[in-house]
C-alpha cells in the first residue's frame, strides 16, 4: 500500500491531505487529526477513540490568520509534547508543501528539533480551537 502521507517526526507527528488521513489513522494509530481547512464539517478519518481538531485556515477565516496558524502549531507542539500521536492535513498535500499545512508542518516541527521554542510552550493552553471526537469513536 503506497503512503501518500510523510512522517514528519518518525511514530509521532504525521503531514498529509485529507485523503490521507484514514489510511493514517488505520496504520499509524494516531490520537489526534488536526485539520486546517475552513470549509471542514467533520473528520477526515474514523477510528475508536480518535480526536479531531479544526483550525480554520483560509481566505475566509473569522479570525486573524496569524493567531490561527500559531493555535495550529501550538496545538501539534503540545500533543507531541503530551506523547500523542497526531496528523495534520489541509484539503491535499503535495510533497509535504501544501500552503496552509506546509507552513505548519515547517514552524511546527522547528521547536521539537530544539531550534526555537513554541507561542506558550510550558504555560496551559489556552485557545479556543478544542479537540472533540471524531465520528465513530
Not at 499509524?28 to 481547512?37: A, G, K, S, T
Not at 477513540?49 to 502549531?73: H, K, T, V, Y
Not at 509534547?81 to 499545512?101: I, M, P, Y
Amino acid at each position: 500500500m503506497e503512503k501518500n502521507y510523510h512522517a514528519l517526526i518518525a511514530d509521532r507527528i504525521y503531514f498529509g491531505g485529507a485523503a490521507d488521513m484514514q489510511q493514517i489513522a488505520d496504520l499509524e494509530h494516531i490520537d489526534l487529526v488536526v485539520d486546517l481547512r475552513e470549509e471542514s464539517t467533520g473528520c477526515a478519518a474514523t477510528r475508536a477513540g480518535l480526536l479531531w481538531q479544526q483550525i480554520p485556515l483560509g481566505d475566509n477565516a473569522d479570525q486573524p490568520q496569524a493567531e490561527l496558524f500559531a493555535d495550529a502549531i501550538q496545538t501539534v507542539v503540545l500533543a507531541y509534547q503530551e506523547g500523542k500521536k497526531v496528523a495534520f492535513h489541509c484539503g491535499v498535500a503535495r510533497a509535504g508543501r501544501d500552503g496552509r499545512g506546509g507552513r505548519a508542518a515547517g514552524a511546527g516541527t522547528l521547536p521539537l528539533a530544539g531550534r526555537g521554542r513554541s507561542r506558550g510552550q510550558g504555560d496551559s493552553p489556552d485557545h479556543p480551537h478544542q479537540a472533540r471526537s471524531a465520528p465513530g469513536t
